[in-house]
């Protein structure tokens, strides 16, 4: 998950011509590679790991609206174990597939209930599919969620 240390990384910022702005860490063929964070037109901030000059790694979005995730991303997309919060304060830890919520998680609604039945089990393309225990997968979503903050508050 964790990126190579690159010893040949530059730092450094960017404006691009659309309003995005990156600060962090760029390789020798000039992409976004390394730690970094890229604001958008909207406000929107993602801290986290680049590969290739897209977010991948661990990491921290943050939406204009509030709404966050935290977890693992891979070429852009949230993906892996991870939480993400709307900003209305309802929350999903568990596992994402390519930007959906996709496999083992839980859905804690903004008065911190899960729901009647419980809404724990198996998403599939962001609905909910069928209930079943996942508990692995909802301490992973969140030791990652942890361990993405972590990194975005130490750079």
């Known amino acids: 998950m ?7 990384a530059v730092y450094g910022s960017y404006k691009y011509s659309d309003g995005s702005e990156y600060i962090g860490e760029w ?8 730690v970094g964070q890229l604001t958008t037109p909207d406000g929107s901030v993602y801290s986290g790991q680049f590969k290739l000059g897209l977010c991948s790694g661990l990491g921290v979005l943050v939406f204009s609206d509030g709404a966050r ?7 852009g997309w949230f993906h ?8 209305d304060g309802m929350r ?43 508990g692995d997968a909802i301490q992973r ?11 975005c508050d130490e750079h």
């Open 92 to 134: 999903y830890e568990g596992e994402f597939r390519g930007g959906r919520i996709w496999g083992q998680g839980l859905v804690t609604f903004s008065d911190e209930s899960n729901g009647f039945p419980r809404h724990e089990g198996y998403f599939q393309d962001c609905r909910f599919m069928r209930r079943a225990k996942c």
């Open 2 to 8: 964790a990126l190579a240390e690159n010893k040949d």
């Open 141 to 151: 979503a969140q030791k990652v969620a942890l361990m993405a903050r972590a990194l």
């Open 27 to 34: 390789d020798q063929n000039g992409q976004r590679h390394g």
């Open 69 to 75: 995730y935290e977890g693992t991303f891979s070429e």
């Open 80 to 87: 892996g174990p991870g939480a993400f919060w709307r900003s």
